[in-house]
Antibody, heavy 119, light 105 residues
Framework: QITLKESGPTLVKPTQTLTLTCTFSGFSLSTGGVGVGWIRQPPGKALEGLALIYWNDDKRYSPSLRSRLTITKDTSKNQVVLTMTNMDPVDTATYYC???????????WGQGTLVTVSS | ETVLTQSPATLSLSPGERATLSCRASQSVSSYLAWYQQKPGQAPRLLIYDASNRATGIPARFSGSGSGTDFTLTISSLEPEDFAVYYCQQRSNFITFGQGTRLEI
């Protein structure tokens, strides 16, 4: 059974760096074809893809946010970490992590974590 | 960036009716198009991947079609639990989502 859970701060101040952790079980990020992605959703708005990391450490980023994002994995801990620098109130959103295979789409999602950016 | 445009923004139907949702890509995404369903307070659920393949456990009333730039999600006979927001997503060029179609009673 695959599960994912996001953790991190619920409130950050403008200009701060956000660090979110996705802790998962039921699969390994050392298995060929497996990846984990981060997706966010501002309140009442659409989904937005942020970053992806694959079993072979291939990393992909949203072109519009690339300069602010870093995604890493710790295979031994079954965790994927996303950092986003220079946070702004427009970054207020629910942040999700999700499992995918390189030949498919996001088939398992975490419950999401709401991050509010405010001074 | 590949932009996905969904139509209509809102679709008002009744249980038992047929729903047809559209997604148009700004450039070809081949068949790398997925559909998700999202209910309030929940994470999205994968319905269709690679344009026409139902994900595990998805009822047969959900079907997808299309390739290139034009895609359709069809729900053959609406059940009460199908009223939700639906997003399309492409994985040909990183990942982008459409703006969603709200399916309401």
């Amino acid at each position: 059974q695959i599960t994912l859970k996001e953790s991190g701060p619920t409130l950050v101040k403008p200009t701060q760096t956000l660090t979110l952790t996705c802790t998962f079980s039921g699969f390994s990020l050392s298995t060929g074809g497996v990846g984990v992605g981060w997706i966010r959703q501002p309140p009442g708005k659409a989904l937005e893809g942020l970053a992806l990391i694959y079993w072979n450490d291939d990393k992909r980023y949203s072109p519009s946010l690339r300069s602010r994002l870093t995604i890493t994995k710790d295979t031994s801990k079954n965790q994927v970490v996303l950092t986003m620098t220079n946070m702004d109130p427009v970054d207020t959103a629910t942040y999700y992590c999700a499992h995918r295979k390189s030949t498919s789409d996001f088939d398992y999602w975490g419950q999401g974590t709401l991050v509010t950016v405010s001074s | 960036e590949t932009v996905l445009t969904q139509s209509p923004a809102t679709l008002s139907l009744s249980p038992g009716e047929r729903a047809t949702l559209s997604c148009r890509a700004s450039q070809s995404v081949s068949s790398y198009l997925a559909w998700y369903q999202q209910k309030p307070g929940q994470a999205p659920r994968l319905l269709i991947y690679d344009a026409s393949n139902r994900a595990t456990g998805i009822p047969a009333r959900f079907s997808g079609s299309g390739s290139g730039t034009d895609f359709t999600l069809t729900i053959s006979s609406l059940e009460p639990e199908d009223f939700a927001v639906y997003y399309c997503q492409q994985r040909s060029n990183f990942i982008t989502f459409g703006q969603g179609t709200r399916l309401e009673i």
